[in-house]
């Protein structure tokens, strides 16, 4: 169970809200993985670079964890492949498409999570316990623009 | 040459230990990886609202770390180390709507946020790299062309 199986939504919902308290209880920290990016951006060599990073590049440490958890979730059936899912169909299997159709869709994220103040783990899940009304709105807008995007994606076409 | 430098802008602020940090953040990724938030076709059935495994996962979230956030106010020890939390919310601004549209779009584009695509990585869904490196190039380009929003303004 514990490295085979999906879990089902509360047990799993359970799992990251006890890591958001662990990171705010243990060490006063806020979830939140854009940040993490941007601390990557902070070392970029420019000549003089505008991003300031966060304490100790912690939010940099916290983000790099996340693939070796994905690898830990998958122990028991890993899978390399360059498959995804029904995305595939969308690009006609084009593997050069579905590259720029993913570096597009990337951009749109970093770009509008840093606009919007955080992004889903940010804004969505800290933002909105914390009682924050503009994150409660953000992911409001989140997930409108998502549903509208996706219906024409897979409605429309 | 640029890889000494950044190893040393990386050594130049190193007074704490990193390791709790990545202990939570392969927490975080190994239970949005169970939650099945990697997987794009999950997202997809999400957004069309055909299943609702997602909105369940995010709103059982909310709940834990909510509850969580109240106790540790109410306690005389609100954080481990007794420090207090900073719980400020995020300031109220009508055109951070804007990002946060065009935030959706991309998520519903790649079917991941920047938490998933790290994740996705380490699950072996290799693809994600360029989800990865479209968000470096989006929090670059942010920075870059709309400077005036500081790292204070942002929840994370």
């Known amino acids: ?18 890591t958001a308290l662990g990171l705010a209880w243990f060490k006063g920290r806020r979830l939140g993985v854009t940040g993490g990016f941007e601390d990557a951006c902070s070392l970029l060599p420019e000549k003089s670079s505008s991003f300031t990073p966060s304490p100790s590049h912690w939010k940099l440490w ?16 890993p899978s390399w492949s360059w498959l995804y899912g029904r995305l595939d169909a969308l690009v006609f299997g084009n593997f050069i498409l579905k590259a720029l159709w993913l570096l597009v869709g990337g951009f749109l994220i970093g770009f509008g999570a ?3 103040g955080g992004c889903t783990s940010g804004n969505s899940i800290m933002g909105i316990s914390l009682g924050s009304k503009m ?10 623009a998502g549903i509208i995007v996706t ?3 897979f409605k429309v076409f | 040459m640029a890889l000494k430098k950044i190893i040393n802008r990386f050594k130049s602020s ?4 990193k390791w709790p940090y990545v202990l ?8 949005l990886s169970k939650s099945r938030a990697t997987d794009y076709d999950t997202i997809v059935d999400m957004f069309l609202c055909k299943e609702f495994q997602l909105y369940g996962v995010i709103g059982m979230a909310i709940l834990v770390t909510s509850l969580g ?17 900073d719980g400020d919310p995020l300031k109220w601004e009508p055109k951070r709507l804007v990002g946060a549209f065009l935030f959706g779009a991309g998520w519903a584009l790649a079917g991941t946020c920047p938490g998933t695509s790290l994740t996705q990585l380490g699950e072996g869904k290799l693809i994600a790299i360029f989800t990865v490196i479209g968000i470096l190039a989006g929090v670059w380009a942010y920075k870059r062309f709309m400077p005036g929003t500081s790292s204070k303004d942002q929840v994370c």
Do not use: Q
């Open chain 1, 151 to 153: 219906n024409i994606l």
């Open chain 1, 135 to 144: 994150s409660i709105l953000a992911t409001l807008a989140f997930l409108a």
């Open chain 2, 14 to 17: 190193r007074n704490e230990s």
């Open chain 1, 1 to 18: 169970m514990l490295i085979s199986n999906t879990w089902s939504w509360w047990a799993a919902g359970f799992g990251i809200g006890l």
């Open chain 2, 24 to 31: 939570f953040g392969v927490l975080f990724g190994y239970f």
């Open chain 2, 69 to 85: 956030l109240f106790l540790m106010k109410r306690s005389r020890k609100p954080t481990f180390s007794g420090k207090p939390f």
């Open chain 1, 62 to 77: 916290f983000i790099l964890g996340l693939p070796l958890g994905g690898f830990l979730a998958n122990l028991s059936h």
């Open chain 1, 114 to 116: 840093r606009w919007a």
